[in-house]
């Protein structure tokens, strides 16, 4: 079962929006992640953020997190063409251990 | 090279037959995971482990074997690979836990 699902599952832009992508998930969790994939490759770590956290920054990327609705959101400003790519949400459960849970992916289209 | 490489990059294989898949990594990282990934699933946990010779299930790991002797080297035996085991496969490793994991490029498998 997948404790993390995007929304939207995809999603096309013109080069120089934004690109907003959110997450949501069901039990209580240490910290949340977000990676990214490209075409044909595996997946990249993009960020972190902690359960104790409510927003967080890196380069064009921003993400927020709200414990109390269980839910998070990953902000790409500016986006360009090379952003094109799947986004996963993962958590690291309180209950499920070291573990990562992975949800389905939005799958982010930017055109030129 | 530094890194987690997996290998081979493509398998194709019958009904029946037993596969391997690689996985190596030189950061002497003590968490190592396999995932699979498909179509409307996201990524699911096959297997991981925490240090040699320590081996846990994830969410899928029926059909599944695994094995860590070294801290490199986690592979992955199919042992009876069926159609349903088709998919990409992606080995992942961790320094501590659940915190950032750093993926291989996969092995995308057909079982014919």
């Known amino acids: 079962s997948q404790q993390g699902e995007e929304d939207p599952q995809a999603l096309s832009i013109q080069e120089g929006e934004n690109a907003t992508m959110n997450c949501s998930y069901k039990?209580?969790?240490?910290?949340l992640q977000w990676y990214r994939q490209n075409s044909g490759r595996g997946l990249v770590h993009l960020i972190l953020?902690?359960?104790?956290?409510r927003e967080k920054h890196s380069g064009r990327l921003r993400v927020t997190l709200d414990t109390s609705k269980k839910s998070s959101s990953l902000l790409i400003t500016a986006s360009r063409a090379a952003d094109t790519a799947s986004y996963f949400c993962a958590t690291e459960n309180k209950a499920a251990g070291n573990k990562l849970t992975f949800g389905g992916g939005t799958r982010v289209l930017v055109k030129p | 090279d530094a890194g987690i490489t997996q290998s081979p990059r493509y398998k194709i294989t019958e009904t029946g037959r037993q596969v391997t898949l690689m996985c190596h990594q030189t950061?002497?990282?003590?968490?190592m995971f396999w995932y699979r990934q498909d179509l409307g699933h996201g990524l699911r946990l096959i297997y991981y482990s925490a240090a040699a010779d320590i081996t846990d299930k994830g969410e899928v790991p029926d059909g599944y074997v695994v094995s860590r002797s070294k801290t490199e080297n986690f592979p992955l035996t199919l042992e009876s690979a069926t159609r349903s085991q088709t998919s990409v496969y992606f080995c992942?490793?961790?320094?501590?836990?659940?915190?950032?994991?750093?993926f291989g490029a996969g092995t995308r498998l057909s079982v014919l």
């Open positions: 953020i902690r359960s104790n956290e």
């Open positions: 039990t209580s969790i240490n910290n």
């Open positions: 950061w002497s990282h003590s968490y």
């Open positions: 992942a490793s961790s320094p501590s836990g659940a915190n950032i994991q750093y």
